[in-house]
């Protein structure tokens, strides 16, 4: 079974920053815990690339979800990318089964890889003795 390394590469729509979504959960978290020290008059302990970070505007319980719209829209875009890739239905009974395949192809080619570098060792060691 040949692996084409095209089908393994990502589609050009899915990178790595589409699914990344903890730097901008961890911004709208940021705005929400300022916002609620702030109501609470803490202070905000905030370092200033935290509040940098959170834009310096705080956000509220009820702001939340319109904050996050654009996460979610970001994540449902992943998810559909992700299903589109291939061998996504198969079962992780068929892919174990694969990499057991697999795993025995490696160790068949190993095996023979000695033996023909046993056999070329073999082979030197005799030309040298028929060059005398």
């Given at each position: 079974?040949a692996?084409?390394?095209?089908?393994l590469?990502l589609?050009?729509t899915?990178?790595?920053?589409?699914?990344d979504?903890?730097?901008?959960?961890?911004?709208?978290?940021?705005?929400?815990?300022t916002s609620?020290?702030?109501s609470?008059?803490?202070?905000?302990g905030?370092?200033?690339?935290?509040t940098?970070a959170?834009?310096?505007?705080?956000?509220?319980?009820?702001d939340?979800?319109g904050?996050?719209d654009?996460?979610?829209?970001k994540?449902?875009?992943?998810?559909a990318?992700v299903?589109a890739l291939?061998?996504?239905?198969?079962?992780?009974?068929?892919?174990r089964?694969?990499m057991?395949e697999?795993?025995?192809?490696?160790?068949t080619?190993r095996a023979?890889?000695?033996?023909?570098?046993?056999d070329?060792?073999?082979?030197?060691k005799?030309g040298?003795?028929?060059?005398?």
């Amino acid at each position: 079974m040949a692996i084409d390394v095209q089908s393994l590469a990502l589609p050009p729509t899915l990178s790595p920053d589409s699914l990344d979504s903890l730097s901008e959960l961890a911004i709208v978290l940021a705005k929400v815990r300022t916002s609620i020290q702030a109501s609470a008059g803490l202070a905000t302990g905030a370092t200033p690339s935290t509040t940098a970070a959170a834009g310096g505007q705080p956000l509220s319980f009820k702001d939340v979800p319109g904050a996050t719209d654009a996460l979610k829209h970001k994540l449902q875009h992943a998810r559909a990318q992700v299903r589109a890739l291939p061998d996504m239905d198969r079962t992780l009974e068929e892919q174990r089964r694969e990499m057991s395949e697999l795993q025995a192809r490696i160790v068949t080619q190993r095996a023979l890889l000695e033996r023909l570098r046993d056999d070329g060792l073999r082979f030197g060691k005799d030309g040298d003795k028929m060059d005398l």
